[in-house]
């Protein structure tokens, strides 16, 4: 179908692009890579008076590292994140879910930023960035602000940003000595996640010093699985103490039913996932 | 209105265009373009994909206005002047890797997207590069034999011709980008020049 009328504008830099959004008014929405909200737009499931398109704004491109941080802009393409040596070197558990996303036309013009400020609970890079603490930083009519992940996330496509708010970049920490991994379980024809999980895990020989576990697609926004962390803080690094601590992987999650998988398989699933993506991450 | 400016097929167009409208739209509706096709409309079957400097894209998802000062490349701008196929062109003509062919111009862009950056690309590889276009008809087994074909053809005419291997380039290596040009190399680059309004 083809979208109702907007008034388009480009702006240069971030400052402009806030300026554009506040004179537009609530109607107005920021365009990134396109790749959710064009095929909203064609449904007219959305009905914006302008879009306001990030694609030249320079400042919001690339990864660069600051002291123990990576800062990511939010219009760097999934693809170029995926090829990014800062990424692949400090931050692996992104690139390696990014790989998992869409497919190579999506990653070529879908943005980490857009895939995190759309909210989706189904989308890859919201649990990656709730397992890794990310910080986001965001520019609007007051300045700037940051945010964290887990006040980032709100409901179902529903993020902490306002209509007039822009997501600049997203600050995440360099985890060294840390094994990730991200495991996701989607039907072949569609990469979406019926369930995914990210899982960062910190190793002293046998033991385990700490665990980071979010899970996509369990609730309307991403869930950390704070069971499955402290029953694992201190425990031995081992297949046993693993699968204990899953059983309480489902805690807290809210799945839907749907035309893919009910609630009861979701939850079964994310156990069986959980495991196998704390397994991955401490290299048991 | 806003005023756009892309070069597709090696001619530069520039044209008045709605922002609403579809890059697909434009390039099918407006230059004529209708090698490029529409298949789903929601944005996951890939028979609309063209290059936009060098890279696929679903024409269905892109406004024309974001092409703005692109170079595009539609399946229509594959070929030599003198009308030899690219290579896979031949190779999708030769395996039968079509049915009733309306994947086949988008097959055909992520193909030769695919072999752009990994020359050489195992059959898994290539099933995954090619994720984001659906076939309803050949079941994809003469398609993986099609692009392996090509890219082996691709190959060997590397090496033969004196121009330095390109190969090399991309291949999932970190922060390399292959060369973003026209595909197929220099013998399948089509004319520049013409402007149309
Ligand atoms: C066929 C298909 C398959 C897909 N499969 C997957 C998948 O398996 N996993 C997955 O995670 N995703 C998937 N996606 C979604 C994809 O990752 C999108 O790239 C991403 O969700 C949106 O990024 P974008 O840059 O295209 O944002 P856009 O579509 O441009 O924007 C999305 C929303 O975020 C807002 N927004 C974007 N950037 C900013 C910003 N910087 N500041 C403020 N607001 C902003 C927009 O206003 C809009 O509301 C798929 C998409 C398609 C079409
Ligand atoms: S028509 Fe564009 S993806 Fe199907
Ligand atoms: S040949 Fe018919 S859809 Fe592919």
Redesign the interface.
Do not use: W
């Given at each position: 179908?083809?979208?109702?009328?907007?008034?388009?504008s480009?702006p240069a830099g971030v400052d402009e692009a806030v300026q554009t959004l506040t004179d537009a008014g609530e109607d107005a929405k920021v365009?990134a890579g396109?790749?959710s909200l064009?095929?909203m737009?064609?449904?007219r499931f959305a009905a914006p008076s302008m879009?306001v398109?990030l694609?030249s704004i320079g400042e919001m491109h690339g990864v660069r590292e600051d002291g123990d941080d990576l800062v990511i802009g939010a219009m760097t393409t999934h693809?170029e994140v995926l090829?990014?040596?800062l990424i692949?070197a400090h931050a692996p558990l992104i690139a390696q879910a990014t790989a998992t996303v869409?497919?190579?036309?999506?990653r070529?013009?879908g943005t980490f930023g857009g895939s995190l400020a759309h909210a989706d609970p189904a989308g890859d890079m919201p649990s990656v960035a709730t397992a890794l603490d990310a910080t986001f930083e965001i520019a609007g009519p007051s300045g700037r602000r940051s945010v964290a992940a887990s006040e980032f996330f709100v409901d179902y496509l529903t993020s902490a940003l306002e209509p007039d708010e822009v997501l600049v970049s997203v600050r995440v920490p360099k985890l060294a000595g840390w094994g990730t991994h991200y495991e996701k379980f989607n039907r072949v024809?569609?990469?979406w996640a019926l369930v995914g999980v990210a899982a960062a895990v910190r190793r002293n020989n046998g033991t385990i010093e700490e665990a980071r576990v979010a899970l996509t697609n369990m609730a309307s926004k991403p869930v950390r699985a704070h069971g499955v962390e402290e029953a694992l803080a201190g425990a031995p690094a081992t297949a046993e103490s693993l699968a204990a601590a899953c059983d309480h992987a489902a805690e807290g999650t809210e799945p839907t039913s749907d035309a893919s998988a009910s609630a009861d398989y979701r939850t079964h699933l994310a156990t069986v996932l959980t495991r196998r993506a704390l397994e991955s991450a401490a290299g048991i | 209105m806003?005023t756009i400016s892309m070069t597709v097929d090696g001619v530069r167009y520039d044209d008045d265009v709605?922002?609403?409208t579809?890059l697909v739209?434009h390039l099918r509706d407006r230059l004529g373009k209708v090698g490029t096709v529409v298949g789903c409309?929601?944005?996951?079957c890939?028979a609309c994909?063209v290059l936009?400097d060098g890279?696929?894209?679903?024409s269905?998802?892109?406004?024309a206005?974001?092409a703005d000062g692109t170079d595009i490349t539609t399946v229509e701008g594959l070929a030599a002047r003198d009308g030899e196929m690219h290579p896979v062109q031949q190779a999708f003509h030769e395996t039968h890797a079509l049915q009733c062919g309306y994947c086949t111009p988008g097959m055909i862009m992520?193909a030769v997207?695919?072999l752009a950056e990994n020359p050489d690309p195992s059959d898994a590889e290539i099933r995954e590069?090619l994720?984001?276009?659906?076939c309803r008809c050949t079941g994809y087994q003469n398609i993986i034999k099609a692009v392996r074909e090509a890219g082996q053809a691709m190959q060997t005419a590397t090496a033969a011709s004196p121009e330095p291997a390109t190969s090399d380039a991309g291949n999932g290596?970190?922060?390399?980008?292959p060369a973003a040009t026209a595909p197929g190399g220099p013998a399948h680059t089509t004319a520049v020049g013409e402007v149309r309004t």
């Open positions: 179908m083809i979208p109702v009328a907007f008034d388009y480009r365009l396109g790749q064009i095929p737009l064609r449904l879009l398109d694609g693809d090829k990014n040596p692949r869409a497919d190579r036309q999506v070529h013009l024809a569609q990469a | 806003t709605e922002p609403r579809l739209h409309d929601t944005s996951n890939g994909t936009m890279k696929s894209v679903k269905c998802t892109v406004f206005v974001q992520s997207d695919l590069g994720e984001g276009n659906l290596v970190p922060g390399q980008q």
